[in-house]
């Protein structure tokens, strides 16, 4: 069991910078998958990145080179590192959780099993 918890959300201009947290309960987090995802007001919820386990990361093809995501096992957090932000990054943020996940699943948010409650980061132009 996994219990996640985001933080760093807010409001920032376009052309900003911003830095999520996600702090996760349990000692076998370094065992875990984890990503990023967003939804913006009507519509789904989108992949946005994953660090794996093993330290690979992948990212939206929206968010490469703008956006990194990091983990630091020692302190039971995945970060997500967001600049030059855009008025269509609005979206809530969600972090979230799995464990074995194939390539093929690091997309989908149901692959995840543990998810936190989100944090709302508006971009303003």
């Known amino acids: 069991q996994v219990q996640l918890v985001e933080s760093g959300g807010g409001l920032v201009q376009a052309g900003g910078s911003q830095r999520l947290s996600c702090a996760a309960s349990g000692r076998t987090f370094s065992s875990y998958d984890m990503g990023w995802f967003r939804q913006a007001p009507g519509k789904e919820r989108t992949f946005v990145a994953i660090i794996t386990r093993n330290g690979v990361t992948y990212y939206a093809d929206s968010v490469k080179g703008r956006f990194t995501i990091s983990r630091d096992n020692a302190k039971n957090t995945v970060y997500l590192q967001m600049n030059s932000l855009k008025p269509e990054d609005t979206a809530v943020y969600y972090c979230?959780?799995?464990?074995?996940?194939?390539?093929?699943?690091?997309?989908?948010?149901?692959?995840?099993?543990?998810w936190g409650q989100g944090t709302q980061v508006t971009v303003s132009s």
């Open positions: 979230a959780a799995a464990r074995f996940l194939r390539a093929s699943d690091y997309y989908l948010p149901g692959s995840f099993a543990y």
